[in-house]
């Protein structure tokens, strides 16, 4: 593809509710990233898969996230019984291989939680 | 733990010069520099790897003293375009091998006609 992109662009969502942000990276790109990014603030890692697996998830805030990439290319983020203080810009990055690349960005998805 | 960023932030005059600041307590194996404008995603600007090399392109260049752990953007006769947040992204091995990832504070950046 063209560039990373992610689904939905924005999304609002009622405390309690449970979430699902989608992410296709470029093409080829082994290493996928997810971050958090909070208004003023810079990307805080999430978490980190190379193909399917999951070999860091360091930066989940908590069990209620949750992420998967079960083919190597499309990734998931779930995040469950969403809070207030998961409002925030999920943003994805692709990168082939990982080790001093590029991370190529997707849009990111903007979610509110009411 | 999160790299340092000076100035926090900086106003210019088209065509002045900036340098922006990266510091890390960390050994870098890496470090990337991004350019992120409003409600936008950041874009990739540069990569520099530990040997203490430097980059450039166009009027941007970069600079990485591996003895410091430090990095530092330049930015020659600025630009409107220019305008944004950079954020310093590094890249460090931990104790089980493997590397991690972390983005520094971040610095506004201002370009005015």
């Known amino acids: 593809g063209a560039g990373v992109s992610q689904s939905p662009r924005y999304k609002v969502a009622k405390r309690g509710q449970d979430v699902a942000l989608r992410c296709d990276p470029i093409?080829?790109?082994?290493?996928l990233f997810w971050y958090q990014q909070a208004l003023g603030q810079g990307p805080e890692f999430l978490t980190y898969?190379?193909?399917?697996?999951?070999?860091?998830k360091s930066g989940l805030p908590s069990d209620r996230f949750f992420a998967e990439r079960p083919e190597g290319s499309v990734s998931t983020l779930k995040i469950q019984r969403t809070q207030q203080e998961d409002s925030a810009v999920y943003l994805c990055?692709?990168?082939?291989?990982?080790?001093?690349?590029?991370?190529?960005f997707g849009p990111g998805t903007r979610l509110t939680v009411l | 733990q999160q790299p340092v960023q000076s100035p926090q932030a900086v106003i210019l005059r088209e065509g002045e010069d900036a340098v922006i600041n990266c510091s890390s307590s960390k050994a870098l194996y890496s470090v990337h520099w991004y350019r992120q404008k409003h409600g936008e995603a950041p874009v990739f600007l540069m990569i520099l790897l530990k040997g203490g090399e430097q980059k450039g392109h166009d009027k941007i260049s970069a600079s990485f003293n591996e003895k410091k752990q430090q990095s530092s953007l330049y930015l020659t006769a600025s630009q409107l375009s220019y305008s944004g947040t950079y954020f310093c992204g590094t890249e460090y091995l931990v104790a089980s091998g493997t590397y991690k990832y972390i983005f520094g504070t971040g610095t506004r950046l201002k370009v005015l006609a």
């Open positions: 898969f190379q193909n399917e697996a999951q070999l860091d």
């Open positions: 990055a692709s990168s082939y291989p990982r080790l001093a690349n590029t991370q190529y």
């Open positions: 093409s080829g790109h082994v290493s």
